[in-house]
């Protein structure tokens, strides 16, 4: 099985993030990381925060970061999220399909391969944050925390 370039960007964005520990992260670090397109980034980081496995913090010193601990994000769901189906072969408009038993075996081996992935989160597989951060180029320098910014509402007088 192959995964799309979406859900193979998805996992390359969590493993940043997740190596990036509690800092934000932009979309352009990620994109330079990685050498790739900042643009197929976006739509893919959209995705990641409509599953709610990345959050956004807008404005000046905004960025990305993980929504939940690396520890509950499963990559068996990332990768249900990033796949838009999981037709291994088109069965259904084969002329021997309601006799042959191929359909039925590629179902059970992609159930088996989703399985050993629902088996880890993404803490499993980021344990090795220090090697990951530099080879990302992640600085250990602090950065903007990604906790959210709390702001006072001040009034003035007219």
């Known amino acids: 099985m192959r995964l799309s370039t979406h859900t193979d960007y998805a996992l390359r964005v969590l493993i940043h993030l997740a190596a990036k520990g509690d800092r934000l992260a932009s979309i ?29 913090v807008r404005g000046r010193g905004g960025g990305i970061a993980l929504a939940r601990p ?14 838009a189906g999981f037709d291994l ?10 006799a042959c038993g191929l359909n039925g075996a590629l179902a059970q081996a992609l159930g088996a391969f ?7 989160s993404l803490a499993d597989i980021t344990v090795r944050k220090d090697a990951l951060a530099a080879l ?3 600085s250990k320098a602090a950065g903007p925390p990604s906790a959210p910014v709390h702001r006072l509402a001040l009034s003035f007088p007219a």
């Open 70 to 83: 690396p520890q509950e994000i499963n990559i068996g769901a990332v990768v249900r999220h990033g796949e």
């Open 136 to 138: 990302l180029g992640i």
């Open 28 to 56: 352009a670090e990620i994109a330079r990381a990685f050498s790739i397109s900042e643009n197929h980034l976006m739509k893919v980081v959209h995705m990641l925060g409509r599953a709610g496995f990345v959050r956004t």
């Open 89 to 98: 072969a088109d069965c259904p408009s084969c002329v021997i399909a309601p």
């Open 114 to 120: 989703l399985a050993v992935l629902d088996g880890y």
